[in-house]
């Protein structure tokens, strides 16, 4: 327990010295892989808690039409989905980072995230229309942080230079693409599967009542 406090505690570190932060995840094993993914599930309660609890102004939501586990599944995939499209692309790019450590990189790189949406949703409650634009700039300030922790977390762990990895994640998106696609293709495959079993099923039931009567 003592361990994982201390690692929860060096990602304030991380973020503010990502070079040096993220060297000593990759070579020291200063991250974790749990604590990457409390801040992940974290971003996406607080995704919930945005739609529903931010002030008037800036909430457009129906809480009445608002499926929590959806809201957090939608904001957990797109990390998971980089996560693979980035290893995938690394590994033919000569990258030195695992997926593990990739996962790691993208967990802590939330924490600017989660800590710029939360000062939001307190600041929701009392702005006026006005002043909604100093809430939109708090949440660009720590999505911005989250690109350049990223950036300098997979440019670290995979041991590249710059334009190699502003390669590589040009190359990622693509690869995104490709898993989106095929997980549509296997979404849409599955529909297809599911009504025709429940056709058959109403089929035969049909059938068997017409034998038995």
Same mark, same amino acid.
């Given at each position: 327990?003592?361990?994982?406090?201390?690692?929860?505690?060096? /990602?304030?570190?991380?973020?503010?010295?990502?070079?040096?932060?993220?060297?000593?995840?990759?070579?020291?094993?200063?991250?974790?892989? @749990?604590?990457?993914?409390?801040?992940?599930?974290?971003?996406? #309660? #607080?995704?919930?808690?945005?739609?529903?609890? /931010?002030?008037?102004?800036?909430?457009?939501?129906?809480?009445?039409?608002?499926? @929590?586990?959806?809201?957090?599944?939608? @904001?957990?995939?797109?990390? %998971?989905?980089?996560?693979?499209?980035?290893?995938?692309?690394?590994?033919?790019?000569?990258?030195?980072?695992?997926?593990?450590?990739?996962?790691? +990189? #993208?967990?802590?790189?939330?924490?600017?995230?989660?800590?710029?949406?939360?000062?939001?949703?307190?600041?929701?409650?009392?702005?006026?229309?006005? !002043?909604?634009?100093?809430? /939109?700039?708090?949440?660009?300030?720590?999505?911005?942080?989250? +690109?350049?922790?990223?950036?300098?977390?997979?440019?670290?762990?995979?041991?590249?230079?710059?334009?190699?990895?502003?390669?590589?994640?040009?190359?990622?998106?693509?690869?995104?693409?490709?898993?989106?696609?095929?997980?549509?293709?296997?979404? /849409?495959?599955?529909? !297809? %599967?599911?009504?025709?079993?429940?056709?058959?099923?109403?089929?035969?039931?049909?059938? #068997?009542?017409?034998?038995?009567?």
């Amino acid at each position: 327990m003592k361990q994982f406090w201390e690692k929860l505690i060096y /990602s304030r570190y991380v973020i503010f010295h990502p070079f040096d932060g993220f060297y000593e995840i990759k070579f020291r094993d200063r991250g974790d892989a @749990s604590i990457a993914t409390l801040f992940l599930l974290v971003n996406g #309660l #607080l995704a919930v808690v945005a739609t529903q609890y /931010s002030g008037f102004v800036v909430n457009h939501a129906n809480p009445k039409h608002m499926n @929590s586990l959806l809201i957090v599944f939608y @904001s957990v995939l797109p990390y %998971l989905i980089f996560v693979v499209g980035n290893y995938s692309t690394t590994t033919l790019f000569e990258g030195k980072g695992t997926m593990r450590e990739i996962y790691i +990189v #993208l967990g802590y790189a939330l924490v600017p995230v989660i800590a710029t949406q939360v000062m939001a949703i307190v600041l929701s409650q009392f702005i006026t229309a006005d !002043e909604v634009p100093i809430y /939109s700039l708090l949440l660009a300030a720590g999505r911005l942080w989250f +690109v350049f922790l990223v950036f300098t977390g997979l440019n670290t762990i995979h041991d590249y230079g710059f334009l190699k990895n502003l390669v590589t994640l040009a190359v990622t998106g693509f690869a995104i693409g490709v898993i989106l696609f095929l997980i549509l293709l296997a979404y /849409s495959l599955i529909q !297809e %599967l599911v009504a025709f079993v429940q056709l058959f099923t109403r089929e035969a039931l049909v059938r #068997l009542e017409g034998w038995l009567l």
